[in-house]
């Protein structure tokens, strides 16, 4: 199915101001059970959009079979696709887009599920990385709704040597004097390369390039892993979009909200669903001490960890279909 | 005893052109004894220099002792005290500063021994990171000359995974429009509160960060981490000369000599001293992995990982003065 965008107009937002209209880009695939018991939510990862979602986490055959399940993909909000710097006009386009959150994104999704789709039920939501965090967003935002939750690679507050890594991110893309606080006329090109090397150096992990892992991209060294893969990708993203979702990032916190008060283990603790959280052993942002953290204080909470050198793009290994396929069966069984 | 300075005319260095003069600035400690049989020379790493080295490394009643050995303390080219971009003159100045390579270091750090200080052997090479690296390259360039070495969280030849660090490194300083090509009025402030944003995610360690070990620095958190720290130290710095070091550090390859033509496993069994290589367990670039490589084809090699959450910055934790210690005074036995 194509495309298809709700609006919530006035939509008024966690940190302050609000968006006019807000859009949320989204996709489904397969149909919803006459007993709505077989909705799947995956909303998007940093820099990713519906379509990617579906190409490595769902398939025909897979786990998340759109045969079985009403498959619901989401774009975050800054993501390009919903509303963004790069897509929203007046007074909130490019260095004007206000801040958003999870739980901003996650209260549209809502809207999306009970108002459009009929969804009042979610039988699973997951995701990685950033999609991860929404799913932990979602477990403890709207408890009674989720049945079960994994989240990839994720956290549900966004730890402290995350956020260094996010701000060195920010801080090289707005070095660029293209970028011009956000009203740039053409792409901060350079401020894009320096930020793809950054990103080089997190995104998998040190025995995958001491492994030479990047000669599956076609790369023969780090150079060119970084030329082929990751330049022409984040050259290929509206810097203000990033830079958008890198503070939706930042700010991760399921505890943030009138609810928990700032209260990190009290917001674990009322997570209902069957959870199981999934980090990567290697990753470099997400490690699995915070993933045993929260697992350990959700009542069904567990982590199961996952070994690869591919670290925090593991759901990028064709290798590992398998072992997420079986994560996803324990969770909807 | 103060700094001096031994200066060699024409110097031509590895990679093309030369210094018309190139100073090394070093300072030395202790006496050296009739035999001379008790000289230590200790390279200084990136961004450090010949105070720093003695600060951390050696000190009265520690294995390093001046009261029982010659310690010479030698400052990198373009650390800033040797000639480096920010005191050399035209035609060697700010941007126009050429390239050197740890092999050109040591040639002049040999010429400073032999030619002024009459020390024919090394009893122990020792150091910290590039220092390390530096102990590495006098193994393999004058293996005739150096008894030991204990190289602590460097390697024998850049990784390809540190060389995306560097890089990420030099795109983000670069960037800022003050560097100008390095013919600046005033310092890149911007783009060196950049440098140290990247680099305090890379210095220590995840579980530092977790563990709030920032908290001896007297920081709360990630972001007075790096204001109390990060942002003081590399502001205290030139860029350009930040910019050499770095350079001198990617190109890092001990094989990388007519003597070896590039083949890296004949210059690491080409080392007769008896080395220990000191990684770091947590070390996010130079991984015990790589140590552990070098050390094998080392005939008189051994690897000791240490283990800290401080990572690569190992050598700053007091806790683990004593460890060091032990495994100099085994290099020295």
Same sequence: chains 1, 2.
Avoid at 306 to 314: Q, R
Wanted: with cysteine; glycine share 8%; proline share 7%.
């Amino acid at each position: 199915m194509a495309v298809e965008y709700f609006e919530a107009h006035n939509f008024f937002l966690q940190k302050g101001g609000s968006l006019p209209v807000a859009r949320l880009a989204y996709r489904t695939s397969g149909t919803l059970s006459p007993t709505g018991d077989n909705a799947v939510l995956i909303p998007s990862w940093f820099s990713g959009n519906d379509e990617a979602s579906e190409t490595y986490l769902t398939g025909t055959g897979r786990a998340l079979d759109p045969e079985k399940y009403f498959l619901i993909f989401t774009n975050l909000l800054g993501g390009g696709r919903s509303s963004s710097p790069s897509n929203s006009p007046a007074p909130s386009e490019q260095g004007r887009f206000p801040t958003v959150t999870y739980y901003d994104n996650v209260r549209l999704q809502h809207a999306l599920l009970t108002q459009r789709l009929g969804v009042e039920h979610l039988r699973l939501v997951t995701g990685w990385s950033m999609g991860a965090c929404q799913a932990y967003q979602w477990a403890a935002q709207y408890p009674g709704m989720v049945r079960s939750a994994v989240p990839i690679a994720g956290s549900a507050r966004t730890a402290s040597y995350n956020k260094i890594f996010l701000l060195a991110l920010r801080r090289a893309l707005t070095l660029d004097p293209v970028y011009a606080d956000g009203f740039y006329a053409s792409p901060p090109i350079r401020g894009l390369k320096a930020f793809a090397a950054i990103y080089a150096g997190w995104g998998t992990s040190e025995p995958f390039f001491r492994l030479g892992h990047y000669e599956r991209f076609g790369a023969k060294n780090h150079a060119e892993f970084l030329e082929y893969f990751w330049e022409p990708f984040y050259l290929g993203h509206d810097a203000n979009n990033l830079l958008t979702q890198l503070k939706t990032w930042e700010l991760g916190d399921i505890s943030d909200s009138p609810a928990y008060d700032g209260d990190y283990t009290k917001a674990l603790a009322a997570i209902t669903a069957k959870l199981i959280t999934v980090p990567i052993d290697k990753d470099r942002y997400f490690p699995p001490e915070d993933a045993e953290f929260a697992a350990s204080h959700i009542p069904n909470g567990r982590c199961a960890t996952v070994e690869s050198t591919w670290g925090h793009m593991a759901p990028m290994d064709p290798n590992l279909k398998e072992t997420f396929d079986a994560l996803f069966h324990e969770a909807l069984s």
